[in-house]
């Protein structure tokens, strides 16, 4: 029940599972949104954070290591992983992989010139033993120079990215690396020539692991995979701001012998369009705290059109893939459900995402995190943990108070409301992410490096952040530890 008499009841979510293939689509509702705002202290004053402490990150401290020792800027990062998600070290090394960037431009330049790096360490040391930047050495790109520009149709790109995605590990050191390929039409004043190009792709490599450390060979090619269809997912011609990208693959007990993927999408509407539903909004009949859809539209809600896709592999060499419609929506509730993945405990589905404060609907407020929907498949009608509202792991945040930017903090913020995004929830509930700012308007330091691993208890349809783990619930310092050995 939500938490306060000035808030509505969160939607109805049976958790029911649906065929994979069918076209139910779950949704995160207003109704189950508001309960962040419900959930939230109106009471809590300047600088204080405003959220419950379970579903709050524990503060990053202000003179946070840097994991590339000055090297690059590197925020969204993975393992490397088989189906189910376990995370593997190779021949004694473990590995992550990185967006990174030359410390040269500004941090919120970055986006328009990330490249995938990696980073290597020895496995099997724990987090307290190991250096305070989580001991890793920067390996370099993945890629050679130019060979992810090619599959774009138009080559007249002004800037071409290698975006978020996944990689899976197999018996021989064989790597598929699934990404997003991103070019980019710019003029030279910064406005899109044309809607920029988002593809899923993948490029296959090895992993060579010997007694001086970690490097990759293949990754000469690309395979382009999927590209948003505007009928399930939002493409260039309906919305040119829109989002496609972060695949994540893995297979499904359920459905043996199948490769499913998830991603980034936006629900495929003409901008603006006013096309969110009473079923969007989710109220139970005859709540008081029901919105007016009208209202809600008017008030420009439906420029925030979020989906969570599926897609289907049509081979075994994952180089043929078919969309599914999406699996969840968040319709006039926030416009980026990004890097989602599937996460199974129990016998149940969860499915994580990240979504940032400014990236929500008019109406609908909550911190920047990782939230998190459980259900009995990888196509429910998803129950939104916490108390109904999705917010598995939040910055320390003021609901109280306005967002400010990363780069423009409000004074009256916490100081930790951009400590972190990109979450990854990693096998045992581990959880990493990277640094984007610390401080106040006066001390404000960006960060470009991965912040202190934490713990979340996962338990039906409740997460919360274990203070028993690391120090006072924050571990090591870009820990992404494996759970499984490879020995090619
Ligand atoms: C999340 C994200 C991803 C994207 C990347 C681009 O931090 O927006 O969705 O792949 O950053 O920098």
Redesign the pocket.
């Known amino acids: 029940r939500a938490a306060d008499p000035g808030f509505p009841e969160p939607t109805i979510h049976t958790q029911q599972a649906h065929d994979p293939d069918s076209d139910f689509t779950s949704r995160w509702t207003r109704a189950d949104a508001r309960q962040l705002k419900a959930m939230s202290d109106p009471t809590a004053g300047p600088g204080q954070n405003s959220m419950p402490t379970d579903y709050t990150m524990p503060a990053v401290s202000h003179d946070f290591p840097d994991m590339s020792n000055g090297k690059v800027w590197a ?2 990062t993975w393992p490397l992983t088989d189906a189910q998600a376990n995370q593997y070290s190779v021949n004694g090394w473990e590995v992550a992989f990185s ?1 990174v960037a030359d410390r040269s431009l500004g941090f919120d330049a ?2 328009v010139y ?1 490249k995938i790096g990696f980073f290597y360490r020895k496995a099997g040391i724990p987090a307290d033993q190991r250096p305070a930047n989580g001991g890793w050495t920067y390996g370099g790109l993945v890629f050679p120079d130019g060979v992810t520009g090619k599959i774009f149709p138009d080559q007249s790109y002004s800037h071409q990215t290698q ?2 995605g996944s990689a899976r590990v197999y018996p021989g050191g064989k790597i598929k690396l699934f990404f ?1 390929d991103v070019a980019f039409y710019r003029n030279p004043d910064g406005s899109d020539r044309k809607p920029y190009d988002p593809e899923i792709a993948l490029s296959v490599g090895h992993i060579h692991a010997d007694k001086k450390g970690v490097s990759f060979t293949g990754f000469n090619k690309v395979d382009p995979l999927l590209k948003a269809d505007g009928k399930w997912y939002q493409n260039g011609d309906q919305n040119e701001f829109f989002n496609f ?2 695949p994540f693959t893995f297979e499904d007990p359920a459905h043996p012998g199948k490769t499913y993927m998830v991603f ?1 999408g936006n629900s495929a509407v003409q901008r603006g369009g006013r096309d969110c539903t009473d079923d969007d909004l989710g109220y139970r009949p005859g709540d008081p705290r029901a919105e007016n859809l009208k209202t809600v539209m008017d008030n420009g809600a439906m420029y925030q059109m979020a989906n969570i896709g599926l897609a289907v592999a049509d081979n075994q060499s994952l180089t043929r893939w078919h969309f599914l419609p999406p699996i969840l929506s968040a319709n006039c509730v926030t416009d980026q459900t ?2 989602p993945q599937i996460y199974m405990k129990d016998g149940k589905y969860y499915l994580f995402t ?1 979504s940032h404060r400014s990236t929500f609907a008019s109406g609908i407020d909550g911190p920047e995190g990782v939230y998190g929907f459980v259900g009995n498949g990888i196509r429910s009608d998803f129950q939104p943990v916490n108390r109904g509202s999705g917010l598995a792991l939040g910055n320390p945040t003021n609901l109280n108070y306005p967002a400010g930017t990363p780069f423009a903090p409000d004074p009256n913020q916490t100081a930790n409301e951009f400590q972190a ?2 979450h990854y929830v990693m096998p045992n509930g581990l959880v990493e992410s990277f640094i984007d700012a610390i401080g106040g308007p006066n001390d404000l330091r960006r960060g470009g490096t991965l912040a202190p691993t934490v713990r979340l208890q996962i338990d039906g349809d409740t997460t919360k952040v274990d203070r028993s783990y690391g120090h006072d619930g924050l571990g090591g310092y870009a820990d992404l530890p494996a759970n499984r050995e490879l020995m090619p």
Do not use: G, Q
Request: charged share 40%; net charge negative; glycine share 0%.
């Open positions: 925020w969204d967006l970055r986006h990330a975006w978020s997003t990208r972060d980034e990004e890097r990240i995004y990109s």
